[in-house]
């Protein structure tokens, strides 16, 4: 497994009554394999934007992305992608679901069975097997979403938002889920999120991004993705550090957000 | 007039139906199904289920208005019909020197449709004579004459007579009653009056019945289904003419699926196709194919093809149109997602795109087939040899009423049919419409 280079990232287009967006500015990074690195920031600092550049789906104006020696053009099943909600097939059952990728390689369902039943009750799904997706709740559809990603055997793992539908218990058993997963898979995995709860919890480093351009404003190493795995993250929520880090950046975000309004109104 | 009364019987039967079921028999048609623990129905289109019982009653309102408004022998509640038998008045004829005289004119009205019924003998009736009747005594003569049902009669009563118009009479009472020209008078059984040229007119009375030639009674068209089921019509079986209809709708469609489909996704899927092909399908799309029916038959002339080719076109665009937006209904996460599990090109139309579209092609479908049934019957009035279309429209040209209605019946019960069939291929298909 290799690390995941952002080299230099910018990213500008026109707006179609004219004028143009610069959504990213220069945006470096390096990803080490293995880390879980969660990207936080108020709405339109170009999170997504990036986490979709290095997916692939967009192209950046200037700088690369490189997995390993490898220099991202598109889409590809070593990024695999965690949506938010509506991104898993209503016409094929949870087993077709997860086995989606395999399937697509063209692997036989005698060789990826195994791989795909062990997924399945790893997330807690073994009784589904055969369910359609509309009978699964919120956090069995997300569960889903990231057997079949892990299915694929990607070497990173791209979140958006993967938990942001799911009510405050639900949430919670999963962020678990996905640091245990995290620890048992050994993947990179970028995570983006609004709550900055979680992102404390799940990331091992943790990126606070700034809007209008898009650029990394502070970055973070936590301990307590380590506490976490296979702990009660509510322990973790009591460390002293944790209230005071959360503290600071949510003043920090709440500056932000301050300034884009501010900005927003003296343009009215 | 029959119209009005006939909309606010059914008005009236609506609104008494519903609260007879609301007040008097609710308990019958009472769920205990969640929906039912509803308050708020009004306003949520999820909590109103047709009511079976009002359905029912509908077809069944429908049937006896039907009765109740032709003359029909079933022994249900009937509206007035028209007169029929035999009716007479007396005239009073003034001669030149004012000399008067009265006589009797014997009206016999007997039902337009006499033809139709057998005697016992099994043959046709015929038109009956005219009452029997005497000269009588005065220059003013009897007369006697038949008038159908729903007809009326001019009666020259002074033609026979020993002074006639020519010699200077006229008639100037009716019943005993003076009547200027153009005056009438009240008379049992229809309505009497003098023309502006002083001549006794007759329109024996309609009642609020329609005549067999307007709207056939329901035991007649039901013979006459019947019938053409046994012997065929035009040299070909009942099933036949369906089939044949069947045939074209289904092959047009057909046709227009697997072309307007493909199309569509194209549209959907390139800049290019989108560009190229916008133009036209925009154009075509608001052009009804009953306007190129007379382009069809120049072009392709009068026989399968141009048929055929009619209703490709009318599904052609309409499948398009939902292939299209059955694309773009595809949420981009799933589309994301899948290439980032790996998929090709290929696979995204197969494994994605495709069966994303499922629902909104089979609406398309539904429409189209629809489009198609409607458009098949039009084609047909133009030189067919067979089809429901052709049948309901050779039927109107010798006024057979009763196979225009078993032709209008049979399409509407083949499109519904139609559109039960694809909606239940839907559900198979599509299990998770409308769950998502």
């Not at chain 1, 990213?24 to 080490?32: A, C, E, R």
């Not at chain 1, 920031?41 to 104006?61: E, R, W």
């Not at chain 2, 007579?161 to 019943?175: P, S, Y």
Request: glycine residues 10%; hydrophobic residues 45%.
């Amino acid at each position: 497994m290799s690390g995941l280079m952002i080299d230099n990232i910018s990213m500008r287009f026109d707006l179609p009554g004219g004028g143009s967006v610069q959504a990213l500015k220069n945006v470096s990074l390096n990803i080490k394999a293995g880390e879980l690195m969660s990207v936080l920031g108020p709405s339109g600092c170009g999170k997504t934007t990036l986490l979709n550049i290095v997916a692939g789906f967009l192209a950046p104006t200037e700088g690369q992305i490189r997995l390993g020696e490898n220099v991202v053009h598109g889409p590809g099943p070593e990024r695999g992608m965690v949506f938010q909600q509506g991104a898993l097939f209503e016409w094929m059952n949870v087993r077709d679901n997860v086995s989606f990728g395999p399937d697509m390689k063209g692997v036989s369902r005698k060789q990826s069975g195994p791989k795909v039943d062990h997924l399945l009750e790893v997330v807690g799904l073994q009784d589904f097997k055969e369910k359609a997706i509309y009978e699964l709740s919120g956090g069995m559809q997300q569960r889903v979403a990231l057997a079949r990603c892990l299915a694929n055997e990607p070497d990173v793992i791209l979140m958006d938002e993967p938990l942001g539908a799911l009510d405050a218990l639900t949430r919670e058993k999963m962020q678990s889920l996905v640091l245990d997963l995290w620890k048992e898979t050994g993947k990179t995995i970028i995570l983006i999120t609004h709550s900055v709860e979680e992102a404390l919890l799940l990331g091992e480093r943790l990126l606070v991004m700034a809007p209008r351009p898009g650029r990394i404003h502070k970055e973070y190493n936590l301990p307590f993705a380590d506490l976490g795995v296979g702990n009660d993250l509510r322990d973790v929520k009591r460390h002293a550090d944790f209230s005071i880090t959360r503290e600071e950046i949510l003043g920090m975000i709440w500056e932000m957000e301050e300034e884009i309004m501010g900005r927003t109104e003296a343009a009215q | 007039m029959t119209g009005l009364l006939l909309l606010s019987i059914y008005v009236a039967a609506f609104f008494l139906c519903f609260f007879v079921s609301r007040f008097a028999v609710q308990k019958l048609f009472t769920k205990k199904d969640f929906t039912s623990l509803k308050t708020v129905t009004f306003g949520d289109e999820s909590a109103v289920q047709a009511n079976r019982a009002a359905s029912v009653l509908s077809v069944v309102l429908v049937f006896l208005l039907w009765v109740a408004f032709t003359n029909s022998i079933l022994p249900l509640p009937k509206a007035t019909g028209p007169f029929v038998g035999e009716v007479q008045f007396t005239y009073t004829s003034t001669g030149p020197e004012g000399q008067t005289d009265d006589a009797t004119v014997k009206i016999l009205v007997y039902p337009e449709d006499i033809q139709f019924y057998k005697d016992t003998a099994g043959n046709p009736m015929a038109i009956p004579p005219k009452p029997a009747t005497d000269p009588g005594d005065g220059f003013a003569k009897n007369d006697s004459l038949v008038v159908p049902r729903y007809g009326s009669k001019v009666i020259n009563v002074l033609g026979n007579d020993e002074i006639t118009k020519r010699g200077g009479a006229k008639v100037t009472h009716l019943n005993g009653q003076a009547v200027a020209f153009g005056g009438s008078v009240d008379i049992s059984g229809g309505s009497l009056s003098l023309t502006e040229k002083g001549t006794p007119f007759f329109v024996p009375s309609p009642g609020l019945r329609m005549a067999r030639l307007y709207l056939p009674a329901p035991e007649l068209t039901l013979s006459r289904f019947l019938q053409l089921n046994a012997e065929g019509y035009r040299n070909f079986t009942l099933l036949e003419h369906t089939w044949a209809s069947l045939q074209r709708v289904v092959l047009g469609f057909l046709f227009g699926t697997l072309i307007g489909v493909p199309l569509g996704y194209a549209m959907g899927l390139t800049n290019w196709s989108r560009g190229w092909f916008d133009p036209i399908v925009e154009f075509m799309r608001p052009v009804p194919p009953l306007a190129l029916i007379p382009l069809m038959i120049i072009w392709f002339g009068i026989g399968e093809q141009s048929k055929i080719i009619l209703l490709f076109l009318a599904a052609l665009w309409i499948m398009a149109i939902a292939a299209r937006s059955g694309v773009s209904g595809v949420a981009i996460a799933k589309v994301h997602a899948a290439y980032s599990l790996g998929a090709s090109k290929s696979q995204i139309l197969r494994k994605v795109i495709v069966p994303n579209s499922l629902p909104e092609i089979f609406t398309g479908a539904r429409v189209a087939m629809g489009v198609c049934w409607g458009t098949v019957v039009a084609a047909e009035l133009v030189a067919a040899e067979k089809g429901l279309g052709m049948m309901i429209m050779v039927a109107s040209k010798f006024q057979l009423t009763d196979i225009v209605i078993v032709g209008i019946i049979l399409i509407g019960i083949i499109g519904f049919l139609i559109d039960v069939g694809i909606r239940w291929l839907e559900r198979i298909f599509v299990p998770w419409k409308g769950k998502i």
